[in-house]
């Protein structure tokens, strides 16, 4: 059977929190400052704004980047009941962050066999300071979460998101949930989206539209 997939992003959309954005203004507070507002504006691209910024981090810092997520990670609402549901509904949740794998991995480990895979920034500690990459990079985006997409092929696809790392895969995918800052983009350019507050919210529409 062909896969219907959901595609959705971790930061500020499954967690609470923004918490990639959280951790760079935490451990990287100077440039963070600076860059990331440029970033918002669509003033720098995702790869370059990102690099800069994570590229200043001491690898030495790893753990303790990881200990301030797990303390500082909260699901968002409905979410595990929204997981536990999508198998009757004939779905399966993808989780695509533009930040660290890793961190996804960490917060979602009691989940994880409920989802089918996490794709996101890899990161490479063995110099002095962090270096990120992914297999899904181009000019723009070191995560681009639509080549992810083109890589499943899936037959029926929803993405769910907050931000501009969503953008570009809200332009191709045929349905898209959006909070925040991707409405806004989204609404700027005239595309269709539905609005959610909380994964309830989600649910109740998947459930109305089988």
């Given at each position: 059977m062909a896969e219907r997939l959901i595609f959705c992003d971790f930061d500020g959309t499954i967690l609470v929190e923004?918490?990639?954005?959280?951790?760079?203004?935490?451990f990287a507070p100077e440039i963070s400052a600076r860059v990331l507002p440029?970033?918002?504006?669509?003033?720098?691209?995702?790869?370059?704004?990102?690099?800069?910024?994570?590229s200043t981090i001491p690898s030495q810092k790893w753990p303790e980047m990881e200990s301030f997520v797990l303390a500082n990670s909260h699901l968002r609402a409905g979410f595990e009941e929204f997981l536990a549901a999508l198998p009757g509904l004939g779905w399966e949740l993808?989780?695509?962050?533009?930040?660290?794998?890793?961190?996804?991995?960490?917060?979602?480990?009691?989940?994880?066999?409920?989802?089918?895979?996490?794709h996101g920034l890899e990161v490479d500690l063995s110099g002095p300071t962090l270096r990120v990459f992914s297999p899904w990079e181009d000019d723009e985006e070191l995560v681009v979460k639509r080549a992810i997409y083109a890589q499943y092929q899936p037959a029926a696809a929803i993405c769910i998101g907050d931000s501009v790392t969503d953008l570009r895969l809200a332009r191709?995918?045929?349905?898209?949930?959006?909070?925040?800052?991707?409405?806004?983009?989204?609404?700027?350019?005239?595309?269709?989206?539905?609005?959610f507050?909380?994964?309830h919210d989600v649910l109740t529409a998947l459930e109305k539209h089988r």
């Open positions: 923004e918490i990639f954005r959280d951790l760079m203004r935490s440029e970033i918002l504006a669509l003033r720098k691209s995702l790869r370059q704004g990102l690099t800069e910024i994570l993808l989780v695509v962050t533009g930040g660290f794998t890793r961190m996804a991995e960490l917060v979602l480990a009691p989940l994880r066999g409920q989802i089918k895979a996490i191709e995918c045929p349905r898209v949930f959006a909070r925040n800052g991707l409405q806004d983009y989204l609404r700027a350019e005239n595309r269709a989206f539905t609005p507050d909380d994964f």
